[in-house]
């Protein structure tokens, strides 16, 4: 250890709490009520460590329900012991469904909302650190519809804190101090090794740097050592024959639209968190690249977990102001041992779920209503999975659930088959107008009370294939190769489906288009049809009102003609003398042929019954300028055709008024 330089970790003032001691660790054993003895077996034989007897409730899930506080309970609930009770004849839940007049719900445990956090902590988590100590892995999994209360039950309030505050809490109580740095690191694929002086150097560092970027460090450090006062007169567990080689190690990541992210990965600015893989077959599933970070006291754990939690995908819905929208998981991890031949590597896992939602009342779009897809998407799977294993069990028939279907139930796949301890905090809140969530979660909880733990939980030992990074990475190399195979198969599989539905789909999309060209083709005939018919109507209504123009035309010259012969009559025979009239009988005479036309193209321009009469009449005035007067004398009116003209002074043609 002489190359390790002490300076580095001189700490920061700011973060100073990190080098101080635990209170606990300093009152180590100053309260050591109900000494517990934890003996570490390293026996490689697994007969040895299955022979221990399970209590017939151990045999199963452990199922506890919480009721949410602070909310009213509806009538319709009742709590007997254990059982939980559903009166399904309450006019009022609306339950078309129900047959029955009441549902009952059995669990290990039922924690009224009067219940105290430290109380649910006590029957649940407790004993699980002690057998985690003794090497024993445990998952405790939140599950809940929103806002029911699963991350405060996990991770609390500073002022109230979860179960997880608690467990690292009571970790640290129950050890000895941890030395200043780690001796092994536990590998993504379960298994550990024994570090060097430069990666103990290394992974001190990198604690240190998560440390020091945490935000309100001193707020977290304040609410961390007033647990640690509450909590100081618990009873411990003694950890009596502690092994040379012990380091703890955590992490924290989110499932977040059905991909892994690591929240303990520092980022530089403007840099995406990136995705992780899953790796590992069957009963070694893990996440690809995770980072453990090491911590040696309760407020380091308490910090790091605060510092992931900040990354962790939060939003607000209709239904819970701070709403998960991933599944978190956390992780501890104990290495202890002797040499790394002699390693026991165990995990505890607490999962909180991000809750199923009823799209209706949530009111998502956008963003939020993918997640929710993606979140009530893996449930469901997980509901799925976890109906299948009791299914196989309850037939006695290997039935595989289709763990692959989300990276949940990828992950837990050992712990929901039942070879590893796991247990399910279901959550609801007891409000009326829940009611129809709370079912689908008590449901899901009846089915999960029932799945059997068909092995006492396997100690995970190093064995001599994983004594050095160089094997542990081969055997990885070959797990990932495995994997990948079996994921390029099923991708095969899932393409070619995908590609024969394409198919599928071209062949209708062709088909229909053809239809509709046909049908298109049809429209234009018919369209093309209609106006063709509709010109040739038009072209014949034109010809006969040429023909009608013609005639009137004829009509009109016509009756120029005999106008002109009067004209010339009325010339030689006139008894009226005046010039002016003279002058233009005179003009009337030679009346051009163009006079005819303008006759005609008046009348064009007339749409009334008298057309024809009022078109000479504007000749006769206007443009042979025939005195209105002379117009009246019977030989015109009988030209004209017209019994009497207006006995107006005036007669209004084109907008002229012609006296
Ligand atoms: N037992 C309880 N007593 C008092 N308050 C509670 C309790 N459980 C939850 N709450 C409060 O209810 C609110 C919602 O709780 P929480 O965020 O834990 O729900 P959740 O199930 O994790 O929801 P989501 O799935 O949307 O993340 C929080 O303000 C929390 O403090």
């Given at each position: 250890m002489s190359n390790i330089d002490e300076d580095l970790y001189m700490p920061h003032q700011k973060i100073s709490y990190l080098q101080s001691r635990d209170p606990s660790i300093l009152t180590w054993n100053k309260y050591g009520l109900n000494k517990v003895r934890v003996n570490l077996n390293f026996s490689s034989d697994e007969s040895s460590v299955q022979s221990t007897v399970l209590k017939e409730e151990e045999k199963h899930l452990g199922v506890y329900l919480r009721i949410k506080g602070g909310v009213e309970i509806s009538s319709i609930y009742k709590i007997e012991d254990d059982t939980f009770i559903c009166d399904?004849?309450?006019?009022?839940?609306?339950?078309?469904?129900?047959?029955?007049t009441e549902e009952k719900y059995k669990f290990s445990t039922i924690f009224g909302p009067e219940r105290t956090q430290r109380f649910i902590f006590d029957v649940t988590v407790k004993e699980k650190v002690l057998k985690f100590i003794n090497g024993e892995n445990s998952t405790i999994m939140a599950y809940g519809s929103s806002g029911s209360g699963k991350t405060f039950t996990l991770i609390g309030t500073p002022v109230d804190p979860g179960i997880i505050p608690r467990a690292i809490k009571y970790l640290f109580h129950s050890l000895p101090i941890l030395k200043e740095y780690p001796q092994a690191k536990p590998l993504p694929n379960g298994q550990a090794v024994i570090l060097d002086d430069n990666q103990k150097i290394a992974e001190k560092r990198e604690t240190f740097n998560i440390l020091k970027d945490l935000p309100n460090c001193k707020d977290h450090a304040r609410a961390f050592n007033a647990m640690q006062e509450r909590l100081s007169m618990d009873p411990v567990a003694v950890v009596e024959n502690i092994t040379p080689i012990i380091s703890l190690w955590i992490s924290l990541c989110e499932i977040y639209n059905e991909q892994v992210y690591d929240l303990l990965q520092p980022l530089l600015k403007g840099q995406c968190r990136p995705k992780l893989k899953i790796g590992g077959l069957q009963d070694n599933i893990y996440i690809k690249d995770l980072k453990y970070v090491n911590v040696r006291s309760g407020l380091e754990a308490y910090g790091i977990l605060q510092y992931g939690l900040q990354n962790r995908n939060k939003a607000s819905t209709a239904i819970n102001l701070q709403s998960s929208r991933s599944h978190c998981i956390f992780t501890i991890k104990l290495v202890q041992g002797y040499n790394s031949e002699n390693l026991l590597i165990s995990s505890f896992n607490f999962c909180d779920l991000a809750g199923s939602e009823r799209l209706k009342k949530t009111l998502n779009v956008g963003d939020r209503l993918r997640e929710s897809n993606s979140i009530n998407n893996s449930l469901l799977v997980l509901g799925r999975c976890i109906t299948m294993v009791r299914d196989g069990q309850d037939k006695k028939q290997n039935i595989m659930p289709p763990f692959r279907e989300s990276k949940l139930t990828h992950l837990f796949q050992k712990a929901i088959l039942g070879k590893e301890n796991i247990d399910l905090m279901i959550t609801i809140n007891p409000s009326k107008n829940m009611f129809a969530e709370n079912q689908h979660t008590l449901n899901f909880s009846a089915i999960a009370k029932e799945?059997?733990?068909?092995?006492t939980p396997v100690k995970v030992l190093n064995s001599s294939r994983f004594l050095d990074l160089d094997n542990a990475s081969r055997e990885d190399e070959i797990m990932d190769l495995r994997y990948t195979i079996r994921e390029l198969r099923d991708k095969l599989t899932e393409f070619e489906d995908e590609n024969r539905v394409l198919r599928d789909e071209k062949a209708n999309l062709v088909l229909q288009l053809s239809e509709e060209r046909l049908q298109h083709e049809e429209d234009i005939d018919k369209e093309r049809d209609h106006l063709i018919k509709g010109y040739r109507e038009m072209i014949s209504i034109k010809d006969e009102q040429i023909d009608t123009l013609k005639r009137d035309n004829e009509a009109l010259s016509k009756q120029i003609r005999k106008l002109q012969k009067i004209n010339q009559l009325t010339v030689l025979n006139s008894s009226d003398s005046s010039d002016d009239v003279n002058n233009n009988f005179g003009g009337l005479s030679n009346l051009p042929t163009s006079c005819q036309n303008e006759c005609e193209s008046v009348s064009w321009a007339k749409d009334s019954a008298n057309t024809f009469q009022e078109s000479l009449l504007e000749v006769l005035m206007?443009?042979?300028?025939?005195p209105l007067r002379c117009l009246h004398s019977a030989r015109y009116r009988r030209v004209v055709g017209m019994k009497r003209l207006q006995s107006s002074p005036s007669v209004h043609i084109g907008g002229f008024a012609v006296v």
């Open positions: 399904l004849s309450d006019s009022s839940i609306n339950n078309k469904i129900a047959a029955q799945v059997v733990i068909d092995k206007v443009r042979l300028a025939i």
